[in-house]
């Protein structure tokens, strides 16, 4: 299990790095404390629609993508182990 008190922090350092995910590179560009949770960009240039607060199409942005650090039970998720940056988050 992945300690709680150097969870966040650790994480943090991670902001700024390329990863792939399910195949799609993508940067990491912010933590979620709650969860914890990794929220991530696409690198590519594939873009999504993004609707205005009244759900009209505005602009075109980078799809945004998040990953659970851990599961329920306190264990990490497959999605987050196939990130591969565990070499990185050692104190």
């Known amino acids: 299990m992945f300690p709680d008190s150097i969870a966040i922090p650790s994480l ?3 902001i700024g790095h390329q990863v792939q995910h399910q195949g799609i590179p993508c940067q990491v560009i912010e933590v979620l404390e709650e969860g914890p949770v990794l929220v991530l960009q696409e ?8 609707p205005d607060q009244f759900g009209k199409a505005r602009r075109r942005v980078p799809q945004i993508l998040e990953v659970r650090v851990r599961d329920p039970s306190g264990q990490l998720t497959p999605g987050f182990l196939a990130l ?8």
Request: proline share 5%.
């Open 43 to 50: 690198a590519v240039c594939h873009r999504v629609i993004q």
């Open 12 to 14: 943090r350092r991670l």
């Open 84 to 91: 591969g940056v565990l070499q990185f988050l050692s104190p």
